[in-house]
Nanobody, 117 residues
């Protein structure tokens, strides 16, 4: 399975971005899929995950602002990010095999999100 993320960019605080992750290959992504991020000087963290059945989890700092979703028909997962804050600045990665907030599966290549104040 390959995980291809896109949609990052430079925005101002309060604006929105939508990240997309297209999966490809002969095998299905491992349950659950998710989005992780790594800010400069900080550890990687899983910000949101979604199971095959659509159950979602979020870290507290993004609840109410970020929405994770997936369209299995087109092998794509999304992260809608609203009301972005400078502290959301990070490289965002599409991942699979997320269990209890940890990535036990694959990491895709990252997409940079930069939020200016």
């Amino acid at each position: 399975v390959q995980l291809q993320a896109s949609g990052g960019g430079l925005v101002q605080a309060g604006e929105s971005l939508r990240l997309s992750c297209v999966t490809s290959g002969n095998m299905k992504p491992r349950n659950a899929m998710g989005w992780a991020r790594q800010a400069p000087g900080k550890r990687r963290e899983v910000v949101a995950s979604i199971t095959d059945t659509g159950s979602t989890t979020y870290i507290d700092s993004v609840k109410g602002r970020f929405t994770i979703s997936r369209n299995n028909a087109v092998n794509t997962m999304y992260l809608q990010m609203n009301n972005l804050k400078p502290e959301d600045t990070a490289v965002y990665f599409c991942v699979d095999g997320v269990i209890a907030g940890r990535v036990l599966g694959r990491w895709g290549q990252g997409t940079q999100v930069t939020v200016s104040s």
